[in-house]
Structures are given as C-alpha cells and as structure tokens.
C-alpha cells in the first residue's frame, strides 16, 4: 500500500517554475497540475518579470494576486495555481530567482526577462578555478541574505512564510557553473568533476535546511527536497549510478522526504539506479518511460508524467485521453503536470483538460 500521508504532489505556483509540495492523500486518482509561462501573464497582465519581480516582495505579492483574479476568471472552479485557496497568507516565496539560486550563490550573474524565468550568464568556471572552489560562507552571501531578507518580509506581512525555493539538482547546478566542460570532466577528469559536485552538494543541503529552520520559527515546517535532474539524458546511465546517485543518495540522506524531477525524458535508463534513492517520495517522468516498471520499482512514491504543453495544444482531444488511459492503467495514481503553456493555447482546451482527468479519475476512485 501506498504511504500518501509523506508523499510529494506537483506544485506550479503562478508564474513559477514548477516545483513539489507535501500531498494530503486526498489526492484524485489522475491529478492535473497546469501551469503557464511568465509569457503567457506578461502577455495577459503586463505584468513585468525583470529583476524587481524577483528582488521586490512586495511587488511580487501585488503581481502574484492579479495573475490568481486572472486564474480565477478564466479557470474558474479549478485548482489552478492553488488560486482555489485563500489569498493570505500568501505563498510569495515559491519562484523567486527561478532556478538560478545556488548558481548565483557561487557568483553566476542573473539574467532577467520581463516575459520568462531568469537565467544564469554564460560566465563559466575554469578548470583551475574549480580546484580552489569552496562551498561559500553563507553568512557572509550576498545573495543568499538578500533571499533570507525577502524571507524575513514575508514572515512580517504574512504571519507564515510558505513556498519553496527551487535549489535544482547536482547535475544541473554543476553545469551553470562549469558549462559544457563538464561532461569532459566526468570522462577524464573525474576528481575535478567530483569536486564541483561535493561543493554544489553541500551548498544545496545547507542552504535549504537554513531556509526551513526560519521557516519553521513562522510555523511552516518543511522536511523535504526535490533534486531536479533536468540535464540526466546528457550522462549515459552508468555515469548517473557511478558517479551523480551518490550525491542524490547524499542529499536524500539530509531530509526525512525527497522527490526525484526527471522532466519529460524517458526515464528508462536511470530508473534502477532512482529505485537506490532512500526516502522517495515523488517521481516525474516523460509518458514513454516504461509506467509498469517505474510503478513496480518506487511504489511508495507520487508518481508524476511531465506531459509537454506541445501535448497538451496540438493533440486531439482523442489522443490526450487515450494517453490518459493508459497513464492511469499502468501507472496511476498520479499527477499529470501540464507546465509551461503558452499563450495560444485555448483556455476551453485546459479546461477540456482537466475535465478528462476528473472522468477517468471518477471511474478509477480516489
């Protein structure tokens, strides 16, 4: 039997990447999660996603309540962006910085889109600089007490700072900050590439424990990471077991919960060495990985299909519930995430969306 009460559903807050949350085990047998691009709000809204969005609580919080109105007109009666829930005390934490935080805790310049998530400069590592590396001080971070700053007004004007910072995974981290010589490293110069990944490792455990200590000083308790693993399909499944799972396995030991993000990939390669992660509670995968065998391997765990929002425009409505048929029969119960959808997808089409969802989860049970 499943253990739902510790499991991680998809969470894609209002113009946020998305990202995890705690389930309830209320959860419905086939669960939507959509979620839209900064494009498609700056498109709708005008809303601009430059540096002040992400630097500016306060202005977040103002931008974030027109984009849940905005869900509410168009979506109305749906989960969309949690815009069902109460507006405070408000989650203004959950896509702040994007992806880009550790990167830019170890100096990576942000670049800032009004209409997209930001990313890091091409400003990558040499191999020399990599060998003096150290995990920095965060006390003493510019960015990291910028983000605690923002944590500290959250907890002021909302009573409770909820929401989550997206810390990424080893892999992708790694790569912000070396950049494409870093498969090389894996293949002749292991030690350096263990190096870079034991630095971003440990940044990654002490800044999310630091952030959930003043968390919890507000009343939200939070016991769990999620490793994104976004750039997998670029390392050959032996490099994934030999020389990334342990630092997964590491960063699994730190937490009472992990969840595993895989994005669309076929997650068929990876998933004997995912099976060794302790603590899985949540796993997301491309709908052609092999369902049956990732069911039967990490069976405690929410399962999630990355459905592409190419997916989600372009196939018939035939075609979307045939895949959800078989999604549920062979892997259900599970989230379906519909990220990043632009503008131009009709909202009648995520609405049609959900609906087959809610069918089939009617005829499953919850």
């Known amino acids: 039997m499943e253990n739902q009460s510790k499991q991680l559903i998809s969470y894609i807050a209002p113009a946020a990447p998305a990202t995890r949350r705690p389930g309830d085990g209320t959860e419905p047998f086939l669960r939507p ?18 540096e002040k969005w992400h630097t500016n609580p306060a202005y977040r919080r103002e931008t974030i309540l027109k984009m849940r109105e905005e869900l509410r007109r168009r979506f109305p009666n749906t989960k969309i962006g949690r815009s069902n829930e109460p507006d405070k005390p408000l989650d203004v934490l959950t896509g702040t910085y994007g992806s880009t935080s550790i990167a830019a805790i170890y100096g990576i310049p942000i670049i800032y889109t009004k209409d997209n998530w930001p990313n890091c400069a091409h400003q990558y590592l040499s191999e020399e600089d990599v060998v003096a590396l150290k995990p920095p001080d965060l006390d003493d971070n510019r960015h990291f007490q910028n983000l605690m700053k923002q944590v500290d007004w959250i907890a002021e004007k909302e009573g409770r700072v909820e929401g989550y910072i997206n810390w ?55 016991k769990f990471f999620t490793m994104s693993n976004c750039l997998v399909n670029m390392v050959s499944a032996e490099h994934y077991a030999e020389i990334l799972l342990p630092y997964d396995q590491r960063i699994a030991q730190a937490f009472e919960i992990v969840g595993v993000h895989n994005c669309a990939w076929n997650a068929d390669p990876y998933m004997n060495a995912y099976a060794k992660i302790p603590n899985i509670q949540y796993i997301d995968m491309g709908h052609d990985s092999d369902l049956v065998k990732a069911k039967k391997l990490i069976p405690t765990a929410r399962r999630a299909i990355m459905y592409t929002p190419m997916d989600v425009a372009n196939k018939s409505l035939t075609e979307i519930r045939t895949d959800m048929e078989k999604i549920a029969e062979h892997y259900g119960p599970c989230d379906i995430v519909a990220a990043d959808i632009e503008l131009g997808t009709p909202d009648q089409r995520i609405l049609d969306f959900i609906d087959i969802c809610d069918q089939i989860s009617r005829t499953k049970g919850n």
């Open 168 to 222: 990424q995974g080893v892999l992708n981290n790694a790569q912000r900050l070396r950049g494409q010589d870093l498969f090389l490293d894996m293949m002749i110069n292991p030690d350096l590439a263990h190096h870079l990944f034991d630095c971003v490792t440990t940044t990654m455990i002490e800044a999310a424990k630091r952030l959930h200590r003043r968390q919890k000083e507000t009343g939200v308790e939070i």
């Open 33 to 50: 999660e959509i979620g839209f691009t900064p494009r498609w709000y700056h498109d709708s809204l005008n809303i601009n996603f430059e």
